[in-house]
């Protein structure tokens, strides 16, 4: 990709609406979002080898992650149409388009500004942006998002999403910060298409103390919660 932003469609409009849908499906049947803040490009790689190896089906890999555009690209090569990889804490136009080289399949901001949201959804990946009070989700949802990102959702907890899905029923609100596995269940009840999970699922210190065996088994876990709360009653 040269350096040049990317350019929306005439219309204004992702210039590959029918990858983002296609997207939003595959992260609904994923259920689980493992979102990784890694030390270093090796590490982050073996937990993400370590979450897939237990059914985790789609990674958000952060900036905060040193060789971010690295990670993606070798974690997509390593593992195809297995795992959904997604950029995250995207927060200038530099990150959008560095985020969109790599092959991010999915962009992630923490908060909701214009610009960024803009130049996010002109490349025509799924693009989530932050927002936590109802005038926040409306700017998000007035800009177009495909997904807003509820965060930090421990905030409010499973009866705030619930509570902001009154008035935004058709909006798909994903919660991120403070998803367990012991709460998975009640975020999914809420009316949440699938949820985030950070450091309750793949932190950054099991990640620099190599603990893999550790988030192998948190990624069981999940996974297992996950589809327990879709299964039909």
């Known amino acids: 990709m040269s350096g040049a932003p990317v350019q929306p469609n005439e219309a204004g409009a992702p210039a590959d609406a029918g990858g983002s849908a296609e997207t939003l499906v595959r992260l609904?049947?994923?259920?689980?979002?493992?979102?990784?803040?890694?030390?270093?490009?090796?590490?982050?790689?073996?937990?993400?080898?370590?979450?897939?190896?237990?059914?985790?089906?789609?990674?958000?890999?952060?900036?905060?992650?040193?060789?971010?555009?690295?990670?993606?690209?070798?974690?997509?090569?390593?593992?195809?149409?297995?795992?959904?990889?997604?950029?995250?804490?995207?927060?200038?136009?530099?990150?959008?388009?560095?985020?969109?080289?790599?092959?991010?399949?999915?962009?992630?901001?923490?908060?909701?500004?214009?610009?960024i949201t803009r130049a996010m959804l002109a490349t025509g990946r799924l693009s989530l942006s932050g927002a936590l009070t109802p005038s926040e989700v409306m700017l998000a949802a007035e800009l177009g998002v495909h997904v807003i990102k509820l965060f930090p959702a421990a905030l409010g907890g499973p009866a705030y999403l619930r509570s902001l899905r009154g008035p935004f029923a058709d909006i798909d609100l994903v919660p991120t910060g403070g998803v367990s596995v012991d709460n998975l269940a009640d975020w999914l009840s809420a009316g949440a298409p699938f949820v985030g999970a950070g450091r309750e699922l793949c932190s950054t210190a099991d990640l620099a103390a190599e603990r893999f065996d550790v988030i192998e088994e948190r990624a069981r876990r999940f996974v297992a919660a996950a589809r327990a709360a879709c299964a039909p009653s």
Do not use: K, M, W, Y
Request: with cysteine; hydrophobic share 45%; glycine share 12%.
């Open 28 to 115: 609904r049947r994923a259920g689980v979002v493992a979102v990784l803040r890694g030390p270093d490009a090796e590490r982050t790689l073996r937990g993400i080898d370590a979450l897939v190896a237990r059914g985790v089906g789609a990674v958000e890999v952060t900036f905060c992650t040193p060789d971010t555009a690295v990670v993606i690209e070798q974690a997509r090569a390593a593992h195809g149409d297995n795992l959904l990889v997604g950029a995250g804490t995207i927060r200038t136009s530099g990150e959008v388009e560095a985020a969109f080289a790599a092959g991010a399949e999915f962009l992630v901001s923490p908060g909701t500004r214009p610009e």
